[in-house]
């Protein structure tokens, strides 16, 4: 069985963004893949987060995982910080990548670029430690959302010199980016990426939202003046950000909701969208109350870590060996 890997950073209340770009295909595949399904709460600190606000997140951010569908008993769930293993491979990483790729991370660029002051270190080496998560668990595929494409891309590159300098010793991953929703925009402003550091945007939605304010959110999204439902994301992005929104949730294809709704206002238009989002949060929200009732975030923690564990030390140590700092026999 191939193996995929994914994390989130629950640097806020997970969002729909995340839910259509990442959560929702990690359950589609997990049937079909050995899937490895961590929180990536190192990652968390790269920005600096309220404690006790970072505990709830970290909780919800299980929580809304085994809520969405991931089942313990065929994904791999843990905590990053429960596998040290990773923040030491993080450090090989970050010696087997050059600064000059970093540089080129549009993530770490755009944040540069807003003028943003006192960026950490962290910040900076984020996808070194990223690189390693995934090269830990010689993952086959990573699904993400396009905006960390190029953070796998990175990964792969690091891979293969990795490879040649000390003989095989990583699978080389791809990143799985999925067709529609890849990149759910901002409804406020639909040219951003819909992001959850926007607090309290309503251009964002949260998979906790109250489904009132979900819908009143998707009601007021902005438009265009155009008045017709077409999927062109130059031109009317607002109305394309929909259209993969509802697509992405309801299975119909984008084609398919240009022609049903090439009569219809925007209001009505939007109507619909807001009913598939809120039929969706609806059953979300159901589950994640019987998550958090169950008691069952603790054992699923430790038993995903565990598991986790196994796997990661023997890989860490085959990597120190070939690298020559590891001497001593486990
Ligand atoms: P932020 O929302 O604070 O910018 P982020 O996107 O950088 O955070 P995560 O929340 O860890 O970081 O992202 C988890 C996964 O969700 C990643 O695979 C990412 O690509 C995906 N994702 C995040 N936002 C969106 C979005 N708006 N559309 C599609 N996928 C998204
Ligand atoms: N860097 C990602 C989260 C993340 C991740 C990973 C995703 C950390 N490690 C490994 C896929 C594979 C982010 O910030 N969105």
Redesign the pocket.
Known sequence: MKRML???????Q??????????KNFVAYQDEYEMIAFI?NL?CITVYQDPQELKKNLKDAVALYLACGLDPNKATVFLQTDVLEHAQLGFIMSCNTYMGELNRMT?FKDKQAKGETNLTAGLYTYPTLMSADILMYDADYV???????QHVELCRDTAIRFNHKYGDTFKVPEPL??KV??????LSDPTK??????HGDKG?IYLLDDLNVARKKIMSAVTDSLAKVQFDPVNQPGISNLLQIHSSLSGVSIDDLVKQFENSGYGEFKKAVADVVCQELSKIQAAYKDVIASGQIEAVLEDGANKARRIASRKLSKIQRKIGIEIRKR
């Open positions: 994914s994390g989130i950073k629950p640097t806020g997970l969002t729909l963004g995340n839910y259509i770009g990442a959560l990536a990652h993530q699904p993400v959302g396009e905006d960390q494409k980016v999925p929703g890849a990149r759910i925009m901002s990426k819909m992001s959850k550091s926007d964002c």
